[in-house]
T-cell receptor
């Protein structure tokens, strides 16, 4: 079956850039997503990228997709303490279809 | 507008009891999903409803798990004869399914189930 993997933990200092990495195995993945989960809160979609794109930028967020290596990354510029959360990457075959999630990366931002 | 709501927010039950978890999706959303978030398994898909089509039950871990969606809106996830390994946060999501890449799944706050 499909598998999505992420490192468990990342710690950065406030103002630095954060890079969260994700690898997936399903070559038919059409959409790839980044979700944020803050303590006690639900999942919030941060951004998504279509599989025929290499990069997508949205304010402080940059998503890079290497389809050949099945590698997805999320870069957060000028990381703030409010960015501390768990970040999940996910993939789906089609929009409106079920998501396969990675295990989540806990980002800790130190002041 | 109102988001996805789930009830109860917390449920503690004894092993062997049945539980029902409720999800109210965003009005007008045709797709509804149940996921489970547990320490050992991460976030895993359980079941997917789309309009009037037969649900995709491929993620249900055992026949103790079932779900219904009445009138294309509210959904109930039922776990029979609960086991301790069922302890998890059960998340519901809904999406509009317009056919484009912007079919965001909106997640509810989840129901934390603890089986003692």
């Amino acid at each position: 079956g499909e598998d999505v993997e992420q490192s468990l933990f990342l710690s950065v200092r406030e103002g630095d850039s954060s890079v969260i990495n994700c690898t997936y195995t399903d070559s038919s993945s059409t959409y790839l997503y980044w979700y944020k989960q803050e303590p006690g809160a639900g999942l919030q979609l941060l951004t998504y990228i279509f599989s025929n794109m290499d990069m997508k930028q949205d304010q402080r967020l940059t998503v890079l997709l290497n389809k050949k290596d099945k590698h997805l990354s999320l870069r957060i510029a000028d990381t703030q303490t409010g960015d501390s959360a768990i970040y999940f990457c996910a993939e789906s075959g089609d929009a409106g279809n079920m998501l396969t999630f990675g295990g989540g990366t806990r980002l800790m931002v130190k002041p | 507008g109102a988001g996805v709501s789930q009830s109860p927010s917390n449920k503690v039950t004894e092993k062997g009891k049945d539980v029902e978890l409720r999800c109210d999706p965003i009005s007008g959303h045709t797709a509804l999903y149940w996921y489970r978030q547990s320490l050992g398994q991460g976030l895993e898909f359980l079941i997917y409803f789309q309009g009037n089509s037969a649900p995709d039950k491929s993620g249900l871990p055992s026949d103790r798990f079932s779900a219904e969606r009445t009138g294309g809106s509210v959904s109930t996830l039922t776990i029979q004869r609960t086991q301790q390994e069922d302890s998890a946060v059960y998340l519901c999501a809904s999406s509009l399914v317009s056919g484009g890449p912007w079919d965001e799944q909106y997640f509810g706050p989840g129901t934390r189930l603890t089986v003692t």
